[in-house]
């Protein structure tokens, strides 16, 4: 199979029927449409507006109860809790939320969690998902070469070899660390202070890191595409520990 192949990209396997319903309402929740003491519409109302089965709702309910958003009194409805009582548990978190340690805290489970996915997307893996994953280091490569932004095309990447494990909780793990460790570029006030640098992004002064990154990607699709697990996870394993190094030396820890 040429590497240079032109079919589209496929994409990685689409969230959940249940996640869809919570992240309607958790957005809801977070611009202000729903406000603390609200009720959450109710159940045939969820099931019309995402056209979904009772079974999916009441699950979306449980997750929203799970990450602190909502509480559920019997025989009356859902309702929004009220700030001080809601948690925020890390994988809801935003970026604008999480706090550098928390970001190497996070680091650390995607390290192993990426490892095993690289060696399952080894043993897993189709013609498709090489294709995918081709063409998301192809644009990776392109956009470094043109001074774009590269992060979407290094989340891409990572988010095609979780789709290769054929196991749809890689994938949702992964999407929401990536939401807090991976923030997407965006427009800011001239006099906002700069972030630190995200997860896998390269620092601004070391542009060589891109070149570095696009290496590393490169060695962890070859092993996926000779369905070298064991290859697999120790190169995605040197990839991630590398990052979170790299993010280290930008915030003064080396």
Same mark, same amino acid.
């Given at each position: 199979?040429?590497?240079?192949? &032109?079919? /589209?990209?496929?994409?990685?396997?689409?969230?959940?029927? /249940?996640?869809?319903?919570?992240?309607?309402?958790?957005?809801?929740?977070?611009? #202000?449409?729903?406000? +603390?003491?609200? %009720?959450? +519409?109710?159940?045939?109302?969820?099931?019309?507006?995402?056209?979904? $089965?009772?079974?999916?709702?009441?699950?979306?309910? &449980? =997750?929203?109860?799970?990450?602190?958003?909502?509480?559920? =009194?019997? #025989?009356?409805?859902?309702?929004? *809790? @009220?700030?001080?009582?809601?948690?925020?548990?890390?994988?809801?978190?935003?970026?604008?939320?999480?706090?550098?340690?928390?970001?190497?805290?996070?680091? @650390? *489970?995607?390290?192993?969690?990426?490892?095993?996915?690289?060696?399952?997307?080894?043993?897993?893996?189709?013609?498709?998902?090489?294709? !995918?994953?081709?063409?998301?280091?192809?644009?990776?490569?392109?956009?470094?070469?043109?001074?774009?932004?590269?992060?979407?095309?290094?989340?891409?990447?990572?988010?095609?070899?979780? $789709?290769?494990?054929?196991?749809?909780?890689?994938?949702?793990? *992964?999407?929401?660390?990536?939401?807090?460790?991976?923030?997407?570029?965006?427009?800011?006030?001239?006099?906002? +202070?700069?972030?630190?640098?995200?997860?896998?992004?390269?620092? !601004?002064?070391?542009?060589?890191?891109?070149?570095?990154?696009? =290496?590393?990607?490169?060695?962890?699709?070859?092993?996926?595409?000779?369905?070298?697990?064991?290859?697999?996870?120790?190169?995605?394993?040197?990839?991630?520990?590398?990052?979170?190094? %790299?993010? %280290?030396?930008?915030? #003064?820890?080396?």
């Amino acid at each position: 199979m040429s590497a240079q192949t &032109s079919t /589209p990209t496929p994409p990685a396997r689409a969230i959940s029927q /249940p996640q869809r319903v919570v992240d309607g309402v958790t957005e809801r929740i977070h611009n #202000g449409t729903l406000q +603390p003491g609200d %009720r959450v +519409p109710p159940e045939p109302e969820l099931m019309r507006e995402f056209g979904v $089965s009772r079974s999916v709702v009441r699950e979306a309910v &449980s =997750r929203l109860q799970a990450s602190g958003l909502v509480t559920t =009194r019997q #025989g009356v409805g859902t309702f929004v *809790l @009220e700030s001080s009582q809601q948690t925020r548990p890390l994988l809801a978190a935003t970026a604008r939320d999480v706090r550098i340690q928390q970001v190497l805290a996070m680091l @650390e *489970l995607r390290i192993s969690l990426e490892s095993e996915a690289a060696h399952l997307a080894a043993l897993r893996r189709t013609d498709a998902h090489l294709i !995918a994953m081709r063409a998301a280091l192809d644009a990776f490569e392109q956009h470094r070469r043109s001074g774009a932004s590269t992060t979407e095309d290094d989340f891409n990447f990572h988010m095609q070899i979780a $789709s290769a494990t054929g196991n749809e909780y890689f994938e949702e793990v *992964l999407r929401n660390l990536g939401s807090a460790t991976i923030p997407r570029p965006r427009a800011t006030p001239a006099d906002t +202070p700069p972030q630190a640098p995200s997860f896998g992004a390269p620092l !601004a002064s070391l542009e060589h890191n891109k070149e570095i990154t696009q =290496r590393e990607h490169e060695e962890i699709y070859d092993a996926i595409r000779r369905q070298d697990a064991a290859a697999a996870r120790a190169a995605m394993l040197m990839h991630l520990i590398h990052s979170r190094e %790299r993010l %280290r030396i930008a915030r #003064g820890d080396a």
